[in-house]
């Protein structure tokens, strides 16, 4: 008798991590990406607490912080006197009050460590799903190069544009925050040449507009932007369009000093769209269920929508060794009861764009330990 397979649509952050935790748990899981392959694509990202605990259970802690810039504080300043509005304490703090450290990193090259986590063979790449049908006792799964499988569960995590969702929901279009975000990555050797000091982790404030900046290896050889700023409607085709130093001058205008420098070091910029969407009515049904960009897409102000995708991931995979697939009903109103609150609750932060900016207590985000929360019975409301 062949074993219960789960199959994970999308192998980004958050489904890697469900992928080897769901491998670690006992279960058969195969992986299905639209992409032919990875490549490390030029972006940053932070990693606190809460999901280098998940690392620890995966192996790859000490990996993933090895590689990582590992600052002491995360600071906001005033975008243009540069007055110091929090500087939140991390490095040693973090290890003794939360329990592991907070790092930032290239994203690629913490992927590149989740995929190692993963048993060879996981990953099925150049899948792009077509089609998904659940007749109660299984899931059939269709692709657009013509190829077909059977899984007992199918975990959407794939994106914002999610096709599980669609499934379950409908199609319906994501919302245009009315916000882009403008990405690069700078070379230590320029930011040397201006003669300023960097620090490790700031994020510049102005009333309608902020740019976060910080190392994204132990190094401290690449120096990473990325902004939040209002934008029309969003009307290009593409996922993303280059932009220009000129206008970022443009939006940072009246900026302080090291700001300007900072655009002035930059080589290619690219401007994205920040897209969301309302809360979801649903997180599963039947034998589908979404998790991350999927379920609770976010802007990318408070730097956890991707440890949400992975906590989710941790969550759902502890969840589904309670019951077994033979009861992936109950896993799933488990997950759903366990993670909507929290996963709400760091959305509605995120979008509103207030984390940190002021001197507050992070501890209620950095300090979860998803395995060590007891679970919450019952039905999410």
Known sequence: MQQPRIAIIGAGLGGAAAAAL??????????????????????????????LKIFRRLGIEDAVSAISSHPDH???????????????????????????????????DLHELQIGALEPGTIRFGKQLADVRDDGAG????????????????VGADGINSRIREVLLGPEK???????????????????RTGLEFEPCVKWWSEDRHMMVYYTTARR??????????HPEWTHEAGSVPSSREEMREAFAGYHPIVQALIDSAGDISKWPLLNRNPLPLWSRGR?????DACHPMKPHMAQGAAMAIEDGAMLARCLAETGLSDHESAFRLYEANRRDRASRVQAVS???TWLRTQEDPAWVFGYDVFGHPLREGVAA
Do not use: C
């Open 74 to 108: 995360w600071m906001s300043r005033d975008g243009e006197t540069g007055d110091y509005l929090s500087r939140i304490p991390l490095g040693d703090f973090a290890l003794k009050e939360y329990g592991a450290a907070y790092v930032t990193i290239h994203r690629g």
């Open 351 to 353: 979008n509103a764009n």
């Open 22 to 51: 769901l491998q670690r748990a006992g279960f058969s899981v195969e992986v299905f990406e639209q992409a032919p392959a990875f490549s490390r694509l030029g972006a940053g990202i932070h990693m606190g607490p809460n999901v």
């Open 221 to 230: 050889d690449e120096y990473y932007f990325v902004t939040g700023v209002p």
């Open 174 to 192: 994501p919302n245009d925050s009315g916000w882009v975000a403008h990405r690069a990555l700078i070379r230590a050797g320029d930011l040397a």
């Open 139 to 154: 899931v059939d799964l269709f692709f657009a190069d013509g190829t077909r499988s059977r899984a007992d569960i199918v």
């Open 288 to 292: 589908m269920v979404l998790l991350g």
